[in-house]
Structures are given as C-alpha cells and as structure tokens.
C-alpha cells in the first residue's frame, strides 16, 4: 500500500512569488493534516481535513496561506504571495476515519520550501 | 496550551549502548497520549513507540521503551543496544485525547550512533 505522497520534494521561490504544494493521503484516509517546521523549531501543527472539510486551521499563520481538499483525497496547501518567513519543510500526515478511539498519523517525506 | 520541550538538542551513543532521550510536556487534561516519532534523514516521519495517560504501564516496542512520569509530566525514551540505523531526529509528541486531534511536538533531538 502506498504510503503519504507530498510533490515537490524541494521548492525554491522568490519572495512575492506563489507555490502550490500536494499531499497525497493512504488510501481510505479521512483525515489530513498540514504541519510546518521552520529550521530548528518545532513541528507546527497549521489545519486538519475530514473529508473535504476543515476541522480545525487554527495554526495557519495568516491569509497567505489557502488549503484545499479536493473530494476528500489529495490536498493542495498554496501560499501566495510567499514571504521570506514561509522557508521551511512542509510537512502533511493522514490517519483513518474520525470516530475512532485513536488514528495513527502517518506522514509524507515532507516539501522542503526556500523563499529567497 | 500545550507544550513539548526537549531540552537535548543533540545526543551520541556508541553502537550496541543505550541512550536515552528526554522530553517533558505540559498539560491541564487528565487523558492524552504521547508519542516518539522518529525521522531518519532525507527519510519519512515514523511512529517509534506510543503511551496512553491512563495506562500507569510504560510502554516497550522491542529495543525501545518510555519511562512516563505522569505527575512529573516526564516522557523519556530508552533505546537499548543502538544499532546504526537508530540515527535519526527524534521527536516527542502530545495529542490531546480524541482520536484524531493534532499533534503538538517538540524541537526535536539529533540522535548520532557511533560505529
């Protein structure tokens, strides 16, 4: 079973530029999460989907940043117009249906973003 | 809010050794769950070992177990006889109880194994 897919690996931008970058969750995964861990911070949490819906985007930093989910299957996180303050990786992760007592989160290799 | 603090940047243990990696949390609810992931480079995230609140029994995965300290809010890991391929960022981790809440980490800890 394929596991969670981010494109691209590595991103390099100007600053006032935009970049899209897209999770893809296991299979059968409702739910999705986007988290960012700027150079020697913490992992920071920034929104969870169910399905198609926004459960929670309290950790989006500001109206830069867009999330969609298409269907409730892959993700697009956009930025726009980057800042020198986005570089970081990008990280998403999945885990199974809502109701249950506890979900793995399982999670992609991460997008590497530079703004320059 | 919660917090995670992992307050070893970077550890060293020589092969076969064990180490262990520190983590301390800071919360006002009375279930949760903690976790080690780890991050080998250039490599995925990976669930290393996971502790329910309400379980008093740590938790063990083969060479790997924690020693939670629940009134202390401590969450340590243990790795026994350190194999080459344990090298990895290590990060601690709380979920508030839920099934499905986000995950709050620490900075992580750079764990370098020694031939």
């Known amino acids: 079973e394929a596991g969670v897919t981010q494109f691209p690996s590595h991103s390099v931008i100007e600053k006032g530029q935009t970049v899209t970058l897209r999770c893809d969750p296991i299979s059968g995964h409702d739910n999705l999460y986007w988290y960012r861990r700027v150079m020697g911070k913490e992992i920071k949490f920034l929104l969870h989907?169910?399905?198609?819906?926004?459960?929670?985007e309290s950790g989006m930093p500001n109206n830069r940043f867009l999330a969609e989910r298409t269907g409730g299957t892959y993700s697009t996180l956009k930025v726009q117009p980057a800042e020198l303050e986005d570089s970081g990786v990008y990280f998403c992760?999945?885990?199974?249906?809502?109701?249950?007592?506890?979900?793995?989160?399982?999670f992609g290799p991460g997008t590497r973003l530079t703004v320059l | 809010a919660q917090t995670v603090t992992q307050s070893q940047p970077e550890m060293s243990v020589q092969e076969a050794e064990t180490v262990t990696l520190s983590c301390t949390y800071d919360?006002?609810?009375?279930?949760?769950?903690l976790f080690w992931y780890k991050q080998p480079p250039s490599r995925q995230m990976i669930l290393v070992i996971r502790q329910e609140a309400y379980k008093q029994q740590n938790a063990t995965e083969n060479r790997f177990s924690v020693n939670f300290q629940k009134a202390a809010k401590s969450f340590s890991l243990k790795i026994s006889d350190s194999q080459l391929g344990d090298a990895a960022m290590y990060f601690c981790?709380?979920?508030?109880?839920?099934?499905?809440?986000?995950?709050?980490f620490g900075k992580g800890t750079k764990l370098t194994v020694n031939p």
């Open positions: 989907f169910v399905k198609e819906s926004k459960q929670d």
């Open positions: 992760a999945s885990s199974l249906g809502y109701y249950s007592s506890y979900n793995e989160q399982f």
């Open positions: 919360t006002s609810e009375s279930d949760y769950y």
């Open positions: 981790a709380y979920q508030a109880q839920g099934g499905s809440e986000k995950l709050v």
